[in-house]
Every structure is written in C-alpha cells, then in structure tokens.
C-alpha cells in the first residue's frame, strides 16, 4: 500500500493487549482463590455439625433477629428519603447525600467510636437517655444501631435507582386517570421501581449481618446478648477452627446466595454497592 497509511504488522500490537488481559485474569484468580479455599476447607461433616452449637446457633439466631429489625427499619425511613433523593430537587441535597454516603467510606471501627460519643454514657446524649432509663451501648439494640448506620446507605442507594427508573410519564398518566398520588405511588411506582427496592434491601441486610467493626466498637462481644455469626467467627478463631470454618462459609454462602440475587433482580444493570 502507497500513501501515508501503511498496514500495521500483526503481531505487533499483541503484548499491549496480552499484558492488561492477564493481569486483569491474575487478579480475577487472587478474588477467587480465597473463597475457593474456604468452602473447599469450610464445607464439610465436621463443620457442618459445628452449626448445631449453642453458641453458634445463638450468634445465628441474633444476627436474624437484629438483620430483620434492620430491613425494617431501612424500608420505613429509608424509602421516603430514597424516593426524595431520587425525584425531588432541594436546598441542601448535595448535604443529604453526602450524609447518606458517608457510611460507606467511614471505617466501620469509627463508625462504633461516633456512635459511643453520640449514645454512650459519656456522649452526647448519653446522660438524657441515662435519665430516661435508657442504656444503650453493649446491649442487642447497641447491634441493630450499629448495623443500621453502616447498611441502611445500601438500601437507600438501590432504592433510589430504582425509583429513578419509573418514567415520570407514566405516573402523570395514573394521575390523568384520576389516582391520587398515594395509589400512584403504590400502583405505579413501587411496582416499577420494585427490582431496585429489593435489590437494595438484600444488599443492606447482607451488610447488617456482616457489620463487624462498629458492633465490636459500640455493642461488645458477649455471647447470647450481642454476639453476631461475625463476632463468633472472631471468637471461635481462638478456641474451634471447625466452628469458625462453618460460620466463615455459611456468611460466605448467604453473602453469595445474595449478590447472585441481587444481580438477577437489577439485571444488567450495576449493583447499588
């Protein structure tokens, strides 16, 4: 070929396409190997018999309790304020949501100290909920206010997506047809927004039963009363491989059972994590 353009040998621009490929399949074989060598050394008799501990049904038995009161409390604050934040401009939204973020890069063991100095005895409001009778740190409510500031951001940001979604035009079509904006909500938009919504809850309870630093921090690590499946990971650590094994893959397994869950309701769409 004449001119100024000339074919560009073949071999020639394969290292700098090789070299970015097999990195990105050393670090996908990094991500996978850890999880492969816990179910592979996790899920077998021994552990699975370490499930029927007391202790450890204890811890499974508190993190459902305090995971549920965390959903619920995520899906009666959260969705209004998801839905705000989704649909409405304001003074001050860009404060709002960097208050919702916030959680997510906050170290979790920093998150337990705020919370000390905000509820403890010595915090903030700490000698007015004294004087009410009210003691929170190291109590099961202790774990569910730990779990709700480091998961609730998870549904709030899936929830948001979803609400995203639904097409103004359709709500303003149910409102046309006479629905008031309280059926239009339920009718319309919820349906709609619905993947997003459970998407988001599923993320936020798997990272409420996950939640480790600021519950350590804020609630302690007393057996029966604020133990979670993590927390008795770290203590069976010291004492039983087995039962520690057999906690690591069952919150490896509910952790999986969740994403693939999670990404089948949102699609091709990107997670909210």
């Not at 007391?54 to 995520?74: E, N, S």
Request: contains cysteine; hydrophobic residues 55%; neutral net charge.
């Amino acid at each position: 070929m004449t001119g100024p353009f000339k074919p560009v040998p073949r071999g020639l621009g394969r290292p700098a396409e090789v070299l970015p490929v097999g990195l990105g399949i050393l670090l996908l074989v990094y991500l996978a190997v850890p999880v492969l060598a816990l179910l592979w050394s996790g899920l077998d008799l021994e552990t699975f018999r370490a499930l029927g501990d007391p202790p450890v049904l204890a811890a499974l038995g508190l993190t459902a309790l305090t995971t549920l009161m965390v959903a619920l409390v995520a899906l009666a604050a959260g969705t209004p304020l998801a839905y705000l934040l989704a649909r409405r401009e304001f003074r001050g939204k860009a404060v709002v949501e960097t208050l919702v973020e916030l959680p997510v890069a906050l170290p979790p063991v920093i998150a337990g100290v705020g919370l000390l100095m905000a509820f403890g005895r010595r915090g903030l409001f700490g000698p007015f909920l004294e004087s009410l009778g009210v003691v929170l740190p190291f109590t099961t409510a202790a774990v569910v206010l730990a779990q709700l500031f480091v998961a609730v951001p998870f549904y709030i940001r899936g929830a948001a997506l979803g609400f995203r979604a639904v097409p103004r035009e359709v709500e303003e079509a149910a409102a046309v047809d006479g629905a008031t904006p309280w059926q239009a909500f339920w009718g319309v938009t919820v349906p709609i927004a619905l993947p997003g919504l459970l998407s988001g809850l599923l993320l936020c309870g798997t990272r409420a039963a996950a939640e480790f630093g600021a519950t350590l921090m804020f609630a302690g690590n007393f057996p029966g009363r604020t133990q979670t499946l993590t927390l008795a990971v770290y203590t069976a650590m010291e004492s039983s491989l087995s039962r520690a094994l057999a906690l690591s893959a069952l919150l490896l397994l509910m952790a999986l059972g969740v994403v693939l869950g999670a990404r089948l309701l949102f699609g091709r769409e990107e997670l909210p994590a």
